[in-house]
DNA sequence: GCGACTTCGTTATAAGAATGAACTAAGCCA
DNA sequence: TGGCTTAGTTCATTCTTATAACGAAGTCGC
């Protein structure tokens, strides 16, 4: 039996790293990996297998002597919680090391006070680990709907829980005893579609979302990219006409001016009546145009008709189409990214969007950027947020890992 | 006298970094910043000031007990080349530690034949070492004409040097022996302009090269944004106007298609014909724009007529300062840079031409990023890129430092 | 101006982490 | 079957870092 040595945090934390990002590797896999030597590797390994952080998988093949022991992390050996707030609603989602959903959670909020809020997570957890070991939560982490300051983890402002300068995480971590991370909900969102879609975890992903408004992320080298006030990913208001029509922001053709679910409902009207014909394709569509004032149903009701062949809906998205490839195509000349993510109502649409904005993107974006970027439908849906959430903690994962003790007892971090 | 313990390279680079980035730290400092003991720290300490790389400069003030002993890093203990290429000519600039500038140095070219340059940087470093210890080269940068793929650190083309998949990085580093990198002129300037500006390197700044096209760079947290095949950045072929006039990337309305100097050019003259009257100001402008066909003349003739109050010179500012400024609105939107840089002859315009983009990004951009976004003329001028070069290996300063023992083996270097 | 309290830096000692060399285990290949 | 290759372990050794105690050099209050 080997003695099992503390090592270092910073030694366990790449082993961990490198077990965590790619499986079923071996002891000698990771001393190459990690720069350490091999005995060094099985005393960090013995340690992690006895705190049931790693587990040996049977053996690899042979490649002439040998066959190694594979080793992996057992993705519900810990576990995280993702939540997504909203006005009414506390969304849990209670994913693996691996980013894998175990199980969701929605609770109601009767009110929207911070310490209501915390309890009604609390509760939630509880919920969840009704039949697990508390023990084995690593964190939580937290999307809310408005702006937060990522450097002091505080909601600066979140005008639909009626928050100002709340500091959530300070009363979550007290609260909770482990460490919370808090983001909002669209870079949450981006972040959650890079963990369902990304193999590696370590590329450049802009995400959109196209609801009622246009939200967006920037995820660079696997992290969220905040900038200097955290407010970053505002690709909703990139000007795409200059003399557009009027933005709720004050700017004249913004982005999400021409590609809102309202400004895509306003097209659609114009597109029904100006057809005018009665042909069969599309009463369906026009029939909800005129009685619904739901601009998000409309939405749904354009996508559904251009599935169906109907030549109206099919120039809306076609239309719809054109604008967000002119900001797509902006997004891959600067950004150079690997993956561009649509979410949303707008983006269900699906395959004939992408074909249109990818028509304007060949046309507009530099060759070689563009043949690099993929550009797909998100497939975490309404999970994206909380998964992104808790995509955030999983990413902290080595780290806190790295600092905890087999006694339990954790190690200092700034989180 | 202190045992000269050698320390892992871990910890001698963060001593190191930490050294680096703020002046005039004790070894109490140190110990607070780096977690690590006091007795930790005056073992790497003793070890450092040994090799020369680290000096006590007298003591700081008491806070109410003994009075530290502060330390630096003397800037000329390991200088950094820093080299931009160019068709005919090759640009040396020998830099300190701390990125100030000692010597610069213009060797011409014959060729551009790849082992011709790789003898004239090599020629040009022991111009610049002649009076110098040779073994204070810590790394050379080198900044290109063209597009490098940063994976490979080879020049994948270069159309101005004929070049095509040269690796450049392989021949200097066999030459010289010490660490190289490679980059392109455009990222090199951004990060040079960082490097002059920056009071902290860790900033997100977007740079734009404002001449005959439009390049830029896109640098956060202090490092060079290279995207997922290295050609992040271009900044120039964003689409501001869906219908404006075709630029020479196959794109209608790129902001270079309007704001180039050909496209600046071309408004002069139409606003010099316009006028048409004989006021004596507006003349100079006149003649230049008459008898010139050099575009970049032209616009400098802008700048000086616009500073002398020539209304017709000032519209030419004030209109390409509205393009810009639309461009700068969406970056802002998009990244919540805290620093934009304009670079390049068009940037020389100065005050008026910031206050025309200004204008136009009040109206256009988000109101807190647009608030903590500075945007400024760049100060390295024609220096940048050679400076931005060096800088790329600056970076790596700590790392490279802390690989190396007093015996002078260098040890692994990914680079 | 004298003593109590702080803070800086060092010394000596002790604990712990990583290494190197040799060794066992296990499989390939001819 | 025997030689070669790769994986993982054991053990003694060498680095690296920490702990505790101490001297040096200040500040502050009275």
Redesign the interface.
């Known amino acids: 039996m080997v003695s099992t040595t503390k090592a270092t945090a910073?030694s366990r934390r790449h082993i961990l790293d490198l077990l965590l990002s790619r499986d079923d590797l071996s002891r000698a896999d990771l001393a190459r990996l990690a720069h350490l030597t091999k005995p060094t590797v099985s005393g960090l390994v013995a340690g992690l297998i006895q705190e049931g952080l790693v587990r040996e998988v049977g053996a690899g093949v042979s490649t002439g002597g040998r066959r190694p022991i594979l080793l992996t992390v057992p993705g519900d050996s810990r576990l995280t919680v993702g939540v997504e707030l909203d006005a009414t609603n506390c969304r849990l989602l209670l994913v693996t090391l691996h980013g894998e959903r175990l199980a969701l959670s929605d609770v109601p909020l009767g009110s929207t006070e911070p310490t209501t809020v915390v309890e009604a997570i609390s509760d939630g957890i509880d919920g969840l680990f009704a039949e697990r070991d508390r023990g084995a939560l690593l964190g939580v982490g937290v999307a809310v709907p408005g702006?937060v300051d990522q450097q002091h983890q505080t909601v600066a402002s979140a005008p639909r829980l009626g928050w100002d300068m709340v500091s959530l995480h300070t009363l979550l971590r007290e609260r909770l005893g482990v460490p919370v991370m808090v983001t909002d909900r669209g870079k949450a969102a981006g972040l959650g579609e890079l963990w369902v879609l990304g193999r590696d975890r370590s590329?450049?992903l802009v995400y959109l979302y196209l609801g009622a408004g246009v939200a967006?992320a920037?995820v660079?080298q696997g992290t969220l990219?905040?900038?200097?006030?955290?407010?970053?990913?505002?690709?909703g208001?990139?000007?795409?006409?200059?003399d557009g029509p009027p933005c709720a922001?004050?700017?004249d053709g913004c982005l999400e001016a021409l590609v809102s679910a309202q400004a895509i409902a306003a097209r659609a009207r114009r597109a029904v009546t100006s057809v005018d014909g009665t042909s069969p394709a599309a009463s369906a569509l026009a029939d909800v145009v005129r009685d619904c004032s739901d601009d998000l149903r409309v939405v749904r009701a354009v996508g559904e008709a251009a599935t169906e062949g109907d030549p109206a809906a099919a120039g809306v998205v076609a239309e719809t189409g054109r604008w967000l490839g002119?900001a797509i195509?902006?997004?891959i000349?600067?950004?150079?990214?690997?993956l561009i993510v649509l979410g949303g109502p707008t983006a269900e649409w699906g395959q004939s969007l992408i074909a249109s904005v990818e028509r304007e993107v060949a046309?507009?974006?530099?060759p070689?950027?563009r043949?690099?970027?993929r550009i797909v439908i998100g497939h975490a849906r309404d999970l994206a947020a909380a998964l992104g959430a808790a995509a955030l903690v999983l990413q902290q994962a080595p780290t806190i890992l790295a600092g905890t003790r087999p006694d339990g007892t954790a190690a200092s971090l700034v989180t």
Do not use: F, Y
């Open positions: 910073s702006l590329t450049d967006g920037v660079l990219h905040w900038g200097s006030v955290s407010t970053a990913g505002e690709v208001h990139m000007t795409i006409l200059p922001c004050g700017n002119i195509a902006n997004i000349n600067a950004l150079d990214p690997a046309r507009r974006a530099l070689l950027p043949r690099a970027a």
